[in-house]
Nanobody
């Protein structure tokens, strides 16, 4: 089992910045991929960014590329999402996810473990 706990959400003004964190614990594997997804009311869960725990290769959705950056600290077992110049349309519950052997990073069903989510609200 892997436990994921997100933190860092809250209210931020458009154009500001916010950093989300995801603490990872339990039986982790170096073969894990980690991802951030988000879900706004009435919408499907949407891919934001992903990273391979070993090697650090990253993927970002077109809607956030150049504004958001995913990273990880292996020593602290923590995943991050740096959100710069957020927009009101970025408002959603943000979820951290982990999966082993993930080939297609953007598909939620490929991930085995999920955090409880953290609310991000961007005001205009």
């Amino acid at each position: 089992q892997v436990q994921l706990v997100e933190s860092g959400g809250g209210l931020v003004q458009a154009g500001g910045s916010l950093r989300l964190s995801c603490a990872v614990s339990g039986r982790t594997s170096s073969n894990y991929a980690m991802g951030w997804f988000r879900q706004a009311p009435g919408k499907e869960r949407e891919f934001v960014a992903a990273i391979r725990w070993i090697g650090g290769s990253t993927w970002h959705a077109d809607s956030v590329r150049g504004r958001f950056t995913i990273s990880r600290d292996n020593a602290k077992n923590t995943l991050y999402l740096q959100m710069n110049t957020p927009k009101p349309e970025d408002t959603a519950v943000y979820y951290c996810a982990a999966g082993m052997g993930v080939l297609i990073m953007s598909t939620p069903k490929n991930y085995d473990y999920w955090g409880q989510g953290t609310q991000v609200t961007v005001s205009s």
